[in-house]
């Protein structure tokens, strides 16, 4: 998906070369998407939607979950990782630590530290 910036300086560059090719050279892209794109602003339709994409945490996310139940919000994200990489997460590990602290935020939201009474 191309974001607004990039279609915006594809529509400048296209107005200031005139030709498709000579804005995808100045753009790093295709001519053929420098043409779609210019038919698309030329006939007023919107741009396409985004579909937001999932985090590439969230396979991992119960086993995040589950780790930081067991133990009481003390685990960190460090000793936590082999086990997601074991169980397929593949992304950065400052990635997986805000998973962590996401998960360890909602358990100490629901356990308070205060006195039982």
Known sequence: MMSAR?????????????TYRGAAAICG??????????????SGEPAPARRPRPANYEAVRDLAA????????RISAK??????????????????RRLVAQEKQSWRRDHGRGRPT
């Open 6 to 18: 990039e279609r915006m300086n594809i529509i400048s560059a296209y107005q200031q070369v005139g």
């Open 66 to 73: 589950q780790a930081v139940k067991g133990s009481r919000s």
């Open 79 to 96: 000793r936590l990782l082999p086990q997601a990489r074991a169980a397929g997460y593949a992304g950065s590990d400052r990635n997986f």
């Open 29 to 42: 892209t295709t001519h053929k998407t420098v043409k779609r794109v210019i038919e698309r602003q030329d």
